[in-house]
């Protein structure tokens, strides 16, 4: 009786303790925990947005020109240099004068003397034709009176045109600015010759200056004349503004973009050309849009979406967006004023997740 208590409370132990029968006992499965995600949301407000188009490019000259000689002639004094500001009439250097003067007077005298050759042969003609008609001379006699006078008339139109080129060149061995602007380059010094044509400066007109970009071309109707053009220019200081001038009428096959081209005022010359500008062009405003952080709007196939968050969970939500502004995006439509959309931390989530939202 004693033997088969003893064996009964062994059964029982092992039985308690999971030895028997099917080996060791499992410890049941646990329950994932679900996660909550770390959320930074912003109560949607409609805004009213300035919609605006960027563009790149580089200032230009209003005028550049290299202001060359027109006759051959040393140098004999240069009035300014290399830097300077000129006026539009300005002397900038003179070549040899009195080579072109002593010209002039060498084509007057010459000029003179064709005039008194052609007035005796004006007075031969009439003699001589009279007499022709009297039949006191021959035919030959009057031809020969008649080229006589016509050769007097040609040298004296020539040496009279010898003259007028004599002065232009006198006139011209004075070189005057062509317009008002800055000498960027000299290309002689004093006592060098210069031959027609040669080069003698390079002038350029930087107020206003000139800056060209391309457009997309979904711009194009409303992109128009006399539209203000803002520039960004990070080696310069101030507010530059202008004004397009110039409106390409074709679009570029290539990149479907089309060219403007706007002035910009510099009094002062406190831009350069060649300096390189980011231009904002202001086409129109929308009301009544959001602008929310571009960390906020994440592309999930085919679409764009943001969430929202309510009781502590988000909701995908689709939503249509506009432009880029600088780390923000323009949303027209898909969200309510007043929700509270998720804009730091969008990226990890799902429809539904569960999250903890700090309000910015």
Avoid: H
């Amino acid at each position: 009786m004693k033997k088969t208590a003893v064996i009964s409370l062994i059964i029982l132990s092992l039985a308690q303790s999971g030895q028997w029968g099917c080996g060791k006992k499992e410890n049941a499965p646990q329950e994932k925990q679900e996660p909550v995600f770390n959320v930074r949301v912003w109560k949607a407000v409609k805004e009213e947005v300035v919609e605006t188009v960027s563009a790149v490019g580089t200032l230009a000259p209003e005028e550049e020109v290299t202001v060359s000689s027109e006759v051959s002639a040393p140098v004999t004094r240069i009035f300014t240099y290399e830097g300077s500001m000129v006026e539009k009439g300005e002397p900038l250097l003179s070549l040899d004068e009195e080579k072109f003067r002593l010209i002039v007077s060498r084509n007057e005298a010459e000029l003179v003397k064709a005039a008194s050759d052609l007035q005796f042969a004006e007075g031969d003609f009439r003699r001589k034709e009279a007499l022709f008609k009297e039949g006191v001379i021959s035919k030959e006699g009057y031809d020969a009176a008649k080229r006589i006078l016509d050769f007097s008339r040609g040298q004296s139109e020539s040496v009279n045109a010898e003259l007028l080129l004599a002065k232009k060149d006198l006139k011209n061995s004075k070189v005057l600015a062509p317009f008002s602007g800055f000498l960027s380059e000299r290309y002689v010094a004093p006592g060098s010759y210069v031959g027609a044509g040669g080069k003698l400066f390079k002038l350029i007109d930087i107020d206003p200056l000139k800056i060209s970009a391309r457009i997309p071309e979904n711009y194009s109707s409303r992109i128009k004349k006399g539209q203000v053009v803002a520039l960004r220019i990070s080696s310069a200081d101030g507010d530059f503004r202008g004004a397009i001038y110039f409106i390409s009428p074709d679009i570029d096959e290539k990149n479907r973009s089309f060219e403007i081209k706007a002035r910009i005022p510099n009094p002062g010359a406190a831009l350069k050309p060649g300096l390189f500008s980011e231009i904002t062009i202001t086409t129109g405003v929308r009301k009544g849009v959001f602008i929310v952080s571009e960390n906020a709007v994440v592309t999930r196939e085919d679409k764009r979406v943001v969430f929202v968050v309510t009781d502590g969970r988000v909701a995908e939500r689709a939503v249509v967006t506009g432009e880029r502004m600088r780390g923000k995006i323009v949303v027209t439509g898909g969200i309510k004023e007043g929700e509270s959309i998720v804009i730091d931390g969008a990226q990890n989530l799902k429809d539904g997740s569960k999250v903890t939202a700090v309000t910015s």
